[in-house]
């Protein structure tokens, strides 16, 4: 989910169940409304500064799109690229990607590399995923940006190290081991501290980025015996305070 920084509007998308829908709430008022964006079968939302964010448009057939919006008025395309024939074309404002990640996943097995400025879009396969994973239970799910240097982590299915990539080189760095748990970890990094936090199946970690290490690890899902659960998805306060 995502939320302004007045905290008035919520904007979320539930997968299949909202497929090319966005799905906002109005805090103060509590209505709920959805919002076409287009005929997707499910979207994924990143978030970029201010009210700025970023929509991949995840179809069933090789069509590939991503938009920008802002929540203020997310039924609007601020800018949108369309893929054809594996090149990107820019519609709108194409500056706006500056303030919005450079790097997200699409499809099963594809990073997309953004660069405003010369306004181009790079689809590059990730060749190392096909050949070491079981691709009957596992995909790519998500990449995040490591601060201040040209690397991404990507986070894999049902998989505990997720991997440190060098675009620039097309090469893996590392692995990045976390709690063992087989979750499906997704990262956030600190504004305010040097400091990664990710999840791993029932467990939230606090990592070091300098060597990844493990700072402190915490179990939040305790069951009886041969039962575990996902803990989903953790956030940041604006102010990091929680």
């Known amino acids: ?19 090319g829908n966005l799905w906002v709430c109005d805090t103060e008022s509590s209505q709920v409304t959805t919002i076409p964006l287009s005929d997707a079968e499910y979207l994924t ?17 090789e069509r590939l799109e991503i ?7 997310p039924q609007k395309d601020l800018s949108r690229i369309s893929f054809i024939a594996g090149l990107g074309e820019f519609a709108g404002d194409p500056l706006v990607w500056l303030k919005l990640p450079r790097a997200y996943v699409i499809g099963a097995n594809y990073l997309l590399l953004l660069d405003a400025r010369q306004q181009t879009a790079e689809l590059r396969e990730f060749a ?19 601060p201040g240097k040209a690397l991404v982590i990507v986070s894999i299915q049902r998989d505990s190290e997720p991997v440190l990539y060098c675009p620039e080189e097309d090469q893996v760095m590392r692995k990045i081991p976390l709690a063992g748990r087989s979750g ?26 300098e060597d ?9 899902q305790w069951e009886p015996p041969g039962i575990d659960r996902f803990i989903g998805d953790f956030a940041f306060k604006k102010d990091e305070s929680l």
């Open 45 to 61: 939302l990143h978030p970029g500064d201010g009210d700025i964010f970023a929509v991949v448009h995840n179809f069933a057939n």
């Open 184 to 209: 499906s970890p997704v990262f956030r990094f600190r504004k305010g501290a040097t400091e990664a936090w990710v999840n791993d199946y029932d467990m939230l970690l606090r990592l070091n980025p």
């Open 1 to 19: 989910m995502l939320i302004n920084s007045p905290e008035s509007h919520v904007i979320s998308n539930l997968g299949w169940i909202d497929r």
């Open 67 to 73: 938009s920008a919006h802002d929540i203020s008025a």
């Open 128 to 146: 190392w995923f096909k050949e070491s994973y079981d691709h009957d239970v596992q995909g790519i799910i998500a990449v995040t940006e490591v």
């Open 212 to 220: 990844w290490s493990i700072q402190d690890q915490v179990r939040l």
